[in-house]
């Protein structure tokens, strides 16, 4: 069946970066974009970025513009998320999903995301 | 970074009914469609509803979803303690260009 499989939890140093992976199995990867989100400590959702099918385009959420780095390995099956320059408010459980998006006039728009990863755990303290 | 507003918590006995609100604006809710998401903690999201108003195979028609203006709603009839859980809208923001999510709604069977 489809599954995300997320990579195990992290503890770092304010300062350090950390990488999630996220290998994907049961579809064909590169027909799907990846999205992730994060969840802070009794926070809702947060919109982190994505990658598109086919060309894994990647799109960042303002946030985290300069300080996230998201990839994709068609020959592996897997996304990963790098985050550089953490901060003790980056300490939050990592999420990554399939997404599901339609195609128009040469882009492609996100439309939702149906299959999710069960988190990554990464906490940031001194 | 802004978000939708849902009410944190709603409640209610075995067998009935539950609507969950979810309010945007017009850059949101009001030109895109919403999907809704059921979460255990420790768990993976679940995909409870998309295009607005679409079940996924294998999710019950106890679950619906609908839109009015800048609004949408999850309803969950038939409630059951299965359902106990967090539940999340979220949709695309064409003027912030990023997903917006709601801040969950615990719902609780009494």
């Known amino acids: 069946q489809v599954q995300l499989e997320q990579s195990g939890g992290d503890v770092r140093k304010p300062g350090a970066s950390v990488k999630v992976s996220c290998k994907a199995s049961?579809?064909?990867?590169?027909?799907?974009?990846i999205a992730w989100v994060r969840r802070a400590p009794g926070q809702g959702p947060e919109w982190m970025g994505w990658?598109?099918?086919?060309?894994?385009?990647?799109y960042y959420a303002q946030n985290f513009q300069g300080r996230v780095t998201m990839t994709a390995d068609t020959s592996t099956s897997t996304a990963s998320m790098e985050l550089r320059s953490l901060r003790s408010d980056d300490t939050a459980v990592y999420y990554c999903?399939?997404?599901?998006?339609?195609?128009?006039?040469?882009?492609?728009?996100?439309?939702?995301?149906?299959?999710w990863g069960k988190g990554t755990s990464v906490t940031v303290s001194s | 970074q802004s978000s939708l507003t849902q009410p944190p918590s709603v409640s209610a006995a075995p067998g009935q009914t539950v609507s969950i609100s979810c309010s945007g604006g017009?850059?949101?809710?009001?030109?895109?469609?919403v999907s809704w998401y059921q979460h255990l903690p420790g768990t993976a999201p679940k995909l409870l509803i998309f295009?607005?108003?679409k079940r996924p195979s294998g999710i019950p028609d106890r679950f619906s979803g609908s839109k009015s203006g800048t609004s949408a709603t999850l309803g969950i009839t038939g409630l059951q303690t299965g359902d106990e859980a967090d539940y999340y809208c979220?949709?695309?923001?064409?003027?912030?260009?990023?997903?917006?999510f709601g801040g969950g709604t615990k719902v609780t069977v009494l």
């Open positions: 999903a399939r997404v599901q998006s339609n195609y128009l006039h040469g882009t492609y728009y996100f439309s939702y995301m149906d299959v």
């Open positions: 990658s598109s099918p086919y060309n894994f385009n990647t």
């Open positions: 049961g579809y064909t990867f590169s027909n799907y974009g």
């Open positions: 017009s850059s949101n809710i009001g030109i895109n469609s």
């Open positions: 295009d607005t108003d």
């Open positions: 979220a949709t695309w923001d064409i003027r912030l260009s990023i997903v917006l």
